[in-house]
């Protein structure tokens, strides 16, 4: 099978996150079963910011069991990329499925025409929070348009699709408001347990870190609740002075306002800020922090938490949107009030001073990723839905 994945950004641009992990993961998988996938995608290069496209990367690469077909960005406007010769080179390959990964993009509007135009069958994944991302409600007037202009966008590509894979109930019910119940299938994300255990690296030594440590990983974007976690680090600073707070993630416009934070708040003795990390020191910091700190305002649905329990981490998380659909409350997580600084800090202290139950919920947690939230799990039931298209096609 000639299968065609869509994404707006690939290798080496591991910044970008969930989405691109997962049209990688999905890729990968497939090639192992003989089948032809390819990655069409942007020259997003790695960086520690979402703008940095670099016309030397090679247009065609080869990387284990698939390929990734990138093509230029002309200009964007935000994380709206525009990389007209993308159309040609899918044309070119001639997919029997195509599979898009974020539907707000120019990525996926090619896939749509080009659907249609050709009569493949499009199957959409968004991750992206079609319509509850707190991005939607801000009051910049070119967002505004943009997200105007995009809507009857998004009616064509939704009605253009075949079959929709939401990860759970949450963004099903997003759905809704577009498609049919039977359009939807709900495929549980996963991750790749055969890379997750790859790096070497012994990361105290590296960053030359003596203490124990407790882990942020992810953009620097206020919708992270990066400002929250250093509000709660604040009220429980004096109580664990042999405890580090590390963040690690690139920037999306908190950078700056972090900093300042962290200077304001008087904690940068106990705050160390590792910037655009390669992926090898992300996985080294999970294998050996305490547990994970993901106090998000949004999620849809959260990878990172995943990659903590393969290594029997848990994670404070919030209760915000899809992130109760992805890890459970007391069971492997303890989830708080998004804004709740407070209660953030209470849950820190809590697990810091109880190792128990730091390992209780890490073993649920490396319990869920190897039965059930993981990369070949979630591309077999994927398989499944592309043969089911063709046969009854």
């Known amino acids: 099978m000639k299968i065609a994945l869509i994404c707006p950004?690939?290798?080496?641009?591991t910044q970008f996150g969930g989405i691109l992990f997962l049209a990688i993961d999905i890729a990968n998988?497939?090639?192992?079963?003989?089948?032809?996938?390819v990655i069409f995608t942007t020259n997003l290069d790695f960086a520690n910011n979402p703008y940095t496209f670099n016309k030397k990367l090679p247009k065609l690469e080869?990387?284990?069991?698939?390929?990734?077909n990138r093509s230029n960005v002309w200009f964007h406007q935000k994380l709206f990329y525009v990389n007209p010769n993308i159309y040609f080179e899918i044309k070119k390959f001639k997919p029997e499925i195509i599979h898009t990964i974020g539907v707000r993009s120019f990525q996926s509007l090619i896939a749509a025409v080009i659907s249609k135009k050709n009569k493949i069958p499009l199957i959409i994944s968004d991750q992206g929070g079609l319509t509850t991302h707190p991005d939607l409600k801000k009051n910049n007037i070119i967002k505004k348009i943009m997200y105007r202009i995009q809507n009857p966008l998004i009616k064509f590509i939704v009605n253009q699709t075949t079959k929709i894979i939401v990860p759970n109930e949450y963004e099903k019910k997003i759905f809704l408001e577009y498609a049919t119940d039977k359009k939807i299938i709900i495929t549980k994300n996963g991750i790749n347990l055969d890379k997750i255990y790859e790096s070497k690296i012994n990361f105290k030594i590296k960053y030359e870190i003596k203490n124990d440590f407790i882990l942020f990983v992810g953009r620097f974007n206020k919708v992270k609740g990066i400002d929250i976690?250093?509000?709660a680090w604040a009220l429980i600073n004096k109580k664990i002075q042999n405890t580090k707070l590390v963040i690690m993630g690139v920037d999306f416009g908190f950078e700056l306002e972090m900093y300042k934070m962290i200077d304001d708040l008087k904690i940068k003795d106990n705050v160390i800020v590792i910037k655009n990390p390669p992926r090898e020191d992300v996985l080294a910091a999970y294998a050996t922090c305490k547990f994970?700190?993901?106090?998000?305002?949004?999620?849809?649905?959260?990878?990172?938490?995943?990659?903590?329990?393969?290594?029997?981490?848990?994670?404070i998380s919030t209760t915000a949107h899809g992130i109760p659909y992805t890890i459970t409350n007391n069971e492997n997580s303890i989830l708080v009030e998004p804004d709740n600084s407070l209660q953030l800090s209470k849950a820190i202290l809590e697990l810091l001073e109880n190792?128990?139950?730091?390992?209780?919920?890490?073993?649920?947690?490396?319990?869920?990723?190897?039965?059930?939230?993981?990369?070949?799990?979630?591309?077999?039931?994927?398989?499944?839905?592309?043969?089911?298209?063709?046969?009854?096609?």
Request: glycine letters at 6%; a negative charge.
């Open 229 to 231: 976690l250093l509000e």
């Open 29 to 37: 998988e497939l090639g192992k079963k003989g089948h032809e996938a």
């Open 62 to 68: 080869k990387i284990d069991n698939f390929s990734i």
């Open 292 to 315: 994970l700190v993901l106090p998000s305002r949004w999620e849809l649905s959260p990878l990172t938490p995943l990659e903590g329990f393969a290594y029997r981490k848990p994670t």
């Open 355 to 393: 190792e128990n139950l730091i390992s209780t919920y890490g073993n649920a947690g490396y319990d869920l990723v190897h039965e059930v939230c993981n990369s070949k799990k979630m591309s077999e039931n994927i398989l499944k839905i592309y043969q089911e298209i063709l046969r009854d096609d």
């Open 9 to 13: 950004a690939s290798l080496p641009a």
